[in-house]
């Protein structure tokens, strides 16, 4: 018979518990084992199974016993993901927070529009996190508690000339964590949005990005930072909040003209 | 209740729950099913199996500590399976489902002239919950739990069989069932036997003592009294440690009360709506939130003592069964007054012979750590037959401790440390209060023999490890 994997040292003492989806590299792999760390307990979510494995053990094998938990999963199926909560919490017992990390970001240049790249952004940043954190704010709603996390982007703030879909996705996905923080913070869960900026991943890496990269264990320390003090939407690093400020105002006859 | 075929998941997103403790400082999400019949819950045994998950049984969630919880899984409410079966006014004999409230006993039985022979402090407990818990009331020393009470239950099987016990037929079970946190099979249907009485109220005497050790002999010396119950002044210290007031009562003889048909009615017991005719009860407890703090406690609880000690002292009057032995119920929701965090209770049994020593220092170490017990609550006790019995020839001091989130993890330190003061003098625990015990503790109390028999029976009736909650993975549990 299944027994929960996750064992509390005492009622009075639970463990933090959090699941984060797309946990195999880049700010995930760093949160994860930032969060293992403030000694969480996790669920680990990802496409490439031996990467996610080899995570976990090293996790485990830090702490010296079983924190985190290797789930093969391609945010893309979205059908699997009910089952899959189940089991998680389930596993877990509970869940306190869902960190939504799952991320593509293919080099699109200045002139293509290419749909397959467009929809696989879609599928990864807006419908798996529908999948998600639906059943995340079933959970947390009738709780009466809780943390949904979404790791969006400073991209979502302003549609940019570089890669339109990307920016499009991400500024869904941020539209609909601002949904969630209206709907869920009156029943006492917190929504928070992070807005990493260009951050020093796979990901951004392979997008052809390598200048002005900002470390990614700082950017989890912060991420982490921001969950325990239960804020609403944080930019990393810090000061791109000024910068944004910057360039959401920025009147469209002047962006319009700008090549960045 | 849903069917649960085949195909649709048997864990169902909206069913999904938060379920808490009775004090609310522990809380679980579980799926929550409350069925009205009996087929509905083999149902549920059959999925169960099929599917893997576990079950958790839950009546009223009065429990204080994680009885009725069981972490993202099933849990099986029983409370809407409340069904008066049978009563029989000439032999004092009820018949009920498991989801039966002790309130719904009273107001059922007493016009009649019957009375729980065992009474919780609050009326709210279903009697499936008090058969599993196995509940004392303040008369324990003089009849034993609830269980010795029972002539007879039907219980449903997670192996899928429906048996009867009775303390001669399938004695084994009837032992450990009662008693057994719901962990070896559901209470279908239980049958008690009552106690007649002859008016609707109790001969009541109350008085201040001056310590722990004048309690205790008070306590002892109180085995005469049909009731006997002490309150503790948890905050005092020095030569005052343990201080607190005590209450007796005896039921009234035939004839002592002219106009028991009055008494008994239901409306006659009934606790008025409001304080001093104007303050709603329901109220109430918004007003002693503000004062649920150290030094408000310790103002309370002095202020309390002083007028037991004066005003208060020698008196006896008469009482109603529902205002003595209900006396919990006095305040709706009390326990919300303990804030957002809510509490916990960590009580203790002792042997005669060490109490008044081990409480001592377990109340100096609970001030020394600056988490005085908010409530203290003495009762006389003496051993009985069950399989989990938590009683001895001794006494039980029951302690409330309010929960903060800064708090948790000295109070979670504290407990360890008193856990371990109350092994070594004897002392054994209630899984109905516990929130504090390891799998360690359990087994040192219980003993390793009890355990095996435990997990025997266990084996047979649940084959499979269906019925489980947090409790049972914390404690019983072996690796």
Redesign the interface.
């Known amino acids: 018979?299944?027994?929960?994997l996750i064992?509390?040292?005492?009622?009075?003492?639970?463990r933090r518990r959090v699941v984060i989806v797309g946990a195999s590299a880049g700010i995930g792999a760093a949160l994860a084992r930032q969060l293992a760390k403030e000694g969480a307990a996790l669920a680990l979510l990802a496409r490439r199974a031996d990467v996610l494995t080899a995570l976990c053990k090293e996790i485990n094998a830090a702490a010296g016993e079983t924190r985190a938990l290797a789930y093969a999963h391609d945010v893309t199926d979205t059908g699997s993901v009910?089952?899959l909560f189940?089991k998680i919490?389930?596993?877990?017992?509970?869940i306190d927070s869902i960190v939504y990390c799952a991320g593509v970001m293919p080099s699109v240049i200045f002139t293509e529009y290419n749909y397959e790249k467009d929809a696989a952004m879609t599928a990864a940043h807006l419908l798996g996190a529908f999948a998600w954190l639906g059943?995340a704010a079933?959970?947390f709603e009738?709780?009466?508690?809780g943390q949904i996390v979404g790791i969006s982007s400073v991209a979502g703030d302003r549609g940019r000339v570089i890669n339109p879909g990307y920016h499009a996705s991400k500024a869904g996905f941020t539209t609909y964590l601002e949904s969630l923080r209206n709907r869920l913070t009156r029943r006492g869960v917190n929504v928070l949005t992070i807005k990493p900026g260009r951050v020093d991943t796979e990901m951004t890496r392979g997008a052809g990005i390598t200048k002005g990269l900002y470390p990614v264990e700082k950017t989890a320390a912060a991420i982490a930072r921001a969950m325990r003090q239960r804020k609403q939407v944080v930019y990393i690093p810090g000061w791109y909040r000024w910068m944004m400020l910057v360039i959401i105002h920025l009147p469209s006859f002047l962006f319009r003209r700008l090549k960045f | 209740m849903s069917t649960l075929n085949g195909k649709s998941p048997a864990l169902p997103a909206d069913r999904l729950a938060r379920l808490e403790n009775f004090g609310h400082s522990l809380a679980a999400p579980g799926y929550l099913f409350r069925p009205t019949h009996t087929e509905q819950i083999a149902e549920l045994f059959r999925a169960a199996r099929q599917q893997g998950f576990t079950i958790g049984l839950r009546g009223a969630g009065r429990s204080y500590g994680d009885a009725a919880l069981n972490r993202g899984q099933a849990v099986l409410d029983l409370s809407r399976m409340r069904r008066l079966l049978a009563w029989d006014p000439a032999k004092g004999i009820l018949k009920a489902e498991p989801g039966f409230t002790i309130q719904n006993l009273w107001q059922t039985t007493l016009e009649d002239g019957w009375w729980g022979p065992v009474m919780p402090g609050t009326m709210f407990p279903t009697l499936g919950g008090c058969l599993s818990s196995n509940i004392h009331g303040k008369n324990n020393w003089r009849v034993g739990p609830i269980g010795e009470h029972v002539l007879e239950f039907t219980a449903l099987l997670p192996n899928g069989k429906e048996i009867t016990c009775t303390p001669k037929k399938n004695a084994d079970l009837f032992h450990a069932m009662i008693g057994g946190m719901g962990l070896l099979g559901v209470f279908t249907s239980i049958t008690l036997q009552l106690k007649k009485v002859y008016s609707g109220y109790l001969d009541v005497a109350a008085w201040a003592e001056p310590n722990l050790a004048r309690m205790l002999a008070a306590t002892d010396e109180g085995k005469e009294h049909d009731y006997i119950v002490g309150w503790v002044d948890c905050t005092a210290g020095g030569r005052g440690l343990g201080r607190g007031q005590m209450h007796s009562a005896d039921y009234l003889p035939p004839g002592t009360d002219p106009n028991p048909a009055q008494s008994l009615r239901v409306e006659h017991q009934a606790l008025s709506p409001n304080l001093f005719g104007i303050l709603p009860r329901s109220v109430i407890h918004q007003f002693m939130k503000l004062g649920f703090h150290n030094p408000g406690i310790w103002a309370v609880n002095t202020a309390k003592y002083t007028l037991n000690r004066t005003l208060g002292h020698d008196k006896r009057y008469w009482q109603t069964f529902v205002a003595f032995n209900f006396l919990l119920d006095y305040v709706p929701d009390w326990e919300r007054a303990y804030g957002r965090g809510g509490l916990i209770q960590y009580q203790t049994f002792l042997p005669k012979e060490s109490a008044a020593d081990v409480w001592s220092e377990m109340l100096r170490l609970c001030q020394r750590r600056g988490l005085p017990s908010y409530l203290g609550v003495v009762k006389r006790h003496r051993p009985d037959d069950f399989l989990f019995s938590h009683a001895l020839d001794g006494f039980s001091l029951a302690l409330d401790f309010k929960v903060s989130d800064r708090n948790r993890h000295k109070l979670q330190a504290l407990t360890r440390d008193l856990t371990r003061i109350a092994l070594q003098g004897g002392g054994r625990f209630y899984f109905a209060k516990d929130s504090a015990l390891t799998a360690e503790e359990t087994r040192d109390y219980l003993g390793a023999q009890t355990l095996a028999k435990f997990q025997a029976l266990k084996h047979k009736t649940d084959p499979h490890g269906i019925l489980q909650t947090d409790l049972y993975r914390r404690c019983l549990l072996s690796e």
């Open positions: 018979m299944t027994q929960p064992r509390d040292e005492s009622p009075l003492q639970p009910p089952g189940q919490l389930a596993d877990l017992g509970t059943p079933t959970l009738r709780m009466g508690a």
